[in-house]
């Protein structure tokens, strides 16, 4: 158990909103078709001047006001993405200039795809606990759309963008994350992939032209894999906190497709009126799903002190993970 808590969430996405009924316009699919396979009917798209530390830092300042403090309160920066403003700097680097920390605290990115958050949830906790920093910035954004093929029907129907940040700092009461699980398994990398731009494949014309800057994935093995690693970690994160389904309060999956929130929710035991769905308005947005989630289930009143809260998350490398917090 970490004694550790969250005190303030934030959330952004970005004006611009493309419905599945826009797709129709451009590319052979349907709003039907989009909606019974994935449960998405729109996605927020970030504008061409819009990086990911500029919806990052918008977020974080919603945070930083819920939990009272001011950006020089905070410790350390984190950001879990896969769409960076670059390769180097860290975009956490770029939030701590956005939000205008002149303290020299450490700042780093986690690249762990839509496991991203919990994975730095994790980690933060072991930080705190150890004494290294007394308050984190935690934060989970994606601008997706920018590494989507947009001629791939069976991928671009399903990606958005958007921020979620937390601030997480010890807790002297009963809040805690009461269990943690997470895992990866390296040899199924190839299965969900941004193939080019790396060291393995260097942009290149090639590239550009092959679109390999952009999201690849093989849905049908990718549906397998998450379906059984989502219950997986719901399933070894109760039993890690002593707990079952039915003293879940709250449950919030990582949102990639309704139909693997329904396959977990049945074999955890947790009803659909306890489960946070967000991905019919924000669809897929890796890391930053379940911080989004968080946000909006916060702020519309769904989490009371003393609530237990399940977490799951299921994306690329493959990584997987589960916690449960006692809010």
């Known amino acids: 158990m970490f004694k550790v808590k969250i005190t303030g969430t934030g959330s952004y996405l970005p004006k611009k909103v493309l419905t599945n009924f826009d797709l129709e316009k451009t590319m052979d699919t349907s709003d039907e078709w989009i909606r019974t396979r994935t449960g998405i009917r729109e996605r927020h798209i970030a504008a061409d001047d819009e990086a990911t530390s500029d919806i990052v ?26 769409t960076p403003d670059n390769a180097f700097p860290a975009t956490a680097c770029w939030v701590q200039k956005h939000l205008g920390i002149d303290t020299e605290i450490p700042a780093f990115d986690i690249g762990a795809a839509c496991s991203g958050y919990l994975y730095g949830l994790i980690v933060s906790a072991g930080m705190i606990e150890g004494g290294l ?8 954004a994606e601008t997706l759309t920018k590494i989507t093929n947009w001629d791939d029907r069976s991928t671009c129907v399903l990606f958005g963008d958007g921020a979620g940040c937390t ?12 269990s943690s699980y997470w895992g990866a398994d390296g040899r199924l ?8 731009g790396g060291s393995r494949m260097p942009a290149s014309h090639k590239t550009v032209d092959e679109n390999l800057h952009t999201v690849s994935m093989a849905g049908n093995d990718v549906y397998k894999y998450a379906v059984s690693k989502m219950k997986e970690s719901a399933m070894e994160a109760l ?8 003293d879940v309060d709250l449950y919030i999956p990582h949102q990639a497709n309704i139909r693997i929130i329904e396959a977990t929710i049945k074999r955890a035991g947790i009803p659909m009126e306890k489960t946070s769905v967000t991905i019919d308005h924000i669809a897929n947005i890796s890391a930053a799903t379940v911080p989004i989630s968080l946000d909006e289930a916060v702020r519309e009143g769904r989490l009371n002190r003393g609530d237990i809260l399940l977490l799951t998350v299921f994306g690329g490398g493959f990584t997987w993970g589960g916690a449960v917090l006692k809010w």
């Open 239 to 246: 039993r890690r906190a002593n707990l079952t389904g039915d």
């Open 167 to 178: 601030v997480v700092e010890k807790s002297d009461g009963d809040s805690a994350i009461l």
């Open 189 to 196: 990398g190839d299965l969900l992939i941004q193939p080019a």
């Open 57 to 82: 830092a918008k977020a974080a300042e919603k945070a930083i006001d819920m939990a009272g403090i001011t950006p020089k309160d905070i410790d350390l920066i984190m950001v879990a993405t896969i």
């Open 133 to 140: 920093v007394d308050r984190i910035l935690l934060c989970g």
